[in-house]
């Protein structure tokens, strides 16, 4: 089945830019999601189709996705975005057509 | 505002059955998909599978074989049956709107089942 490789963890300062990716093959190809999950919470919607944010989520939180690589950026850092990011990609071809990444932990130092 | 919340047994024995129900507030579950995911204490997401309002239903492979998702349209919830659970079914269960392609949103605030005797 197609596998996401997230990095474990990304430490940023506050007040800087922050950027999780996430590896696939040709994952340029597909459309790709993001979630934040903070301790103890159910993880949220960030980001959706590559690069679009929900509504309520800043403008801060941005996506692309290109070739083998995604990514997640967060522009000025702030303590607050300290969680586990995830990536989850659609795999229409396979049985198991759900896929998320292992996770990445930001933290904000 | 679509809400969603899993209810169910905390605390299952190993062999046992492991039922939860998700019950969604403020849309109608006559649209959309519904998804069950889980989290091992510690550990990452797992997607379990997914129903549509008609009842077609996409899972996991590897769990495939003790799996039942259903929905009951009058009730507003659909459900997720795990049978023959041993303790590596033990994990945060999270229901969510979405299935088919599309994202995950709404999440349910989850449920810990554990697996013991």
């Known amino acids: 089945s197609y596998v996401l490789t997230q990095p474990p963890s990304v430490t940023v300062a506050p007040g800087k830019t922050a950027k999780i990716t996430c590896g696939g093959n040709n994952i340029g190809g597909k459309s790709i999601h993001w979630y934040q999950q903070k301790p103890g919470q159910a993880p949220m919607l960030v980001i959706y189709y590559d690069s679009d944010r929900p509504s309520g989520i800043p403008e801060r939180f941005s996506g692309s996705n290109s070739g083998n690589t995604a990514s997640l950026t967060i522009s000025r850092v702030e303590a607050g975005d300290e969680a586990d990011y995830y990536c989850?990609?659609?795999?229409?071809?396979?049985?198991?057509?759900?896929?998320f990444g292992g996770g990445t932990k930001l933290t904000v130092l | 505002q679509v809400q969603l919340q899993e209810s169910g047994p905390r605390l299952v024995k190993p062999s046992e059955t492991l039922s939860l129900t998700c019950t969604v507030s403020g849309d109608s579950i006559s649209s959309y998909f519904w998804t069950w995911i889980r989290q091992p204490p510690g550990k990452g997401l797992e997607w379990i599978g997914y129903?549509?309002?008609?009842?077609?239903?996409k899972y996991n492979p590897s769990l495939k074989s003790r799996l039942t998702i259903s929905v009951d349209k009058s009730k507003n919830h659909f459900s997720l049956n795990v049978t023959s659970v041993t303790a590596a079914d033990t994990a945060v269960y999270y229901c969510?709107?979405?299935?088919?392609?599309?994202?995950?949103?709404?999440w349910g605030q989850g449920v810990l089942v554990t697996v013991s005797s």
């Open positions: 969510a709107r979405g299935g088919d392609t599309s994202w995950f949103d709404p």
């Open positions: 989850q990609v659609w795999d229409r071809s396979s049985d198991h057509p759900v896929v």
């Open positions: 129903i549509s309002y008609t009842g077609n239903t």
